[in-house]
């Protein structure tokens, strides 16, 4: 070994490692996405990572937004072209259409948890592998279908401790109605098309309906006088919006009408939504989603209607208003440490054994008795158990609380069961 190590181990950019105690608040925002989803019946679903490109490159010019400039895209080993997944619904339709889930009960309810990659710009709270929560309904077409999806996402956030949502809602038609509405915009916009910024100039010819959420004041301006989607509805795609709306009341939910709301991705059908929350400032989305009816078929199954949304986690955590609530371990925490000359084996035994009757142990064995208790007392455990060959002989355990210094012995022999009853501990369940 020449000592002379020139290789510094860097996470790729736009790549971060979750570090403790930070993973703890993400499995408990998890923890309360399965709690809150089971209840409506959704069932998890987990896709690879890695998918065809032409998955996420579908239809006419591959007109989703995240298409082209944003998306991992490689060759295989063999030249095929594979693309990490951007987002979920796609490869959720995918594997709806492949395994024929299309002959299970209808509607399925899906939701799924995982990392997604897309080859953005690293900026604050924007990734390159970041982390969605989303879930889908596959198989109906009903508006209280919508519903349930909105209501139940709007259960996870209150679950989450957020209060002040604010939940926003739109249609865009079924394709009729959108195409119609297509045509119109373009024909208003075209002429406009010079006062346009790069990016909506684009998409005038991919994905038109994007521009009306635009960002820039100028052509929010430009907007004011464009023809109005919901004036492009057919009867049916209006009574579907508005069932939704009725069934969105019966569930208590209060939500906003928003005309310019039509979401990025051009998969969606009628109903789009998006919840904001005051926490992250106006404009400010903190989850959004659609029906998107024809997407199944795209990707070469049965027509089917789903609808959906995703979350974006890394954001979700950043703006959680109860981390600290989330967090609490209900389980106290012991350190075992030795006393003196007791057996390192006696220690490693005792240890496991409490393991084993269910309390959460580690044996801080190394190094003094004072540094011993001084990393568990860091660690955030909450007793000391000391461990010495007094303690040996007579049968017993001295336990030390950090918080306040209160000592005291229990027996030995069953200590987890006395070590319970000693400090008013509740047993496992
Ligand atoms: P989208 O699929 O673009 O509708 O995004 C859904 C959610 O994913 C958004 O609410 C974002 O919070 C989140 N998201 C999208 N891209 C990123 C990214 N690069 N980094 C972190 N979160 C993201």
Redesign the pocket.
Known sequence: MSGEASYRARSVK?MRDLLPPETAVWNAVEATAREVFGRYGFEEIRTPVVEETELFVRGVGGAT??VGK?MYTFADKKGKSLTLR??N?APVARAYAQHQLASRPQPLRLYYIGP?F?Y?R?QK????????I?AEILGDEGPWTDAEVVVMLVRFLEALGFEDLDVLINTVGDRESRERYRERLVGFLSPLADELGEDSRRRLDTNPLRILDTKSPREIELLADAPRLRDSLNDASRAHFDEFCSALGACDVSFRLDDRLV???DYYTRTVFEIQSGRLGAQS?????GRYDGLVEEVGGPPTPGIG????????VECLPERSELTVTTRPSFAVVRLGEVSMLDAIGLSEELRLDGLEVIAELSGSLRSALRRADRRGSAYAILFGDDELAAGKLTVKRFEDGYQIEVRREGAAQALRDALGLENPS
């Open positions: 736009g937004d995240i944003e951007p987002e619904t997604q897309r953005e690293p709270g924007r990734y390159r592998q970041f982390y969605q989303g979401r990025g991705l989305a903190l989850v959004g989603g949304f995703a979350i974006g986690l890394d954001r979700l």
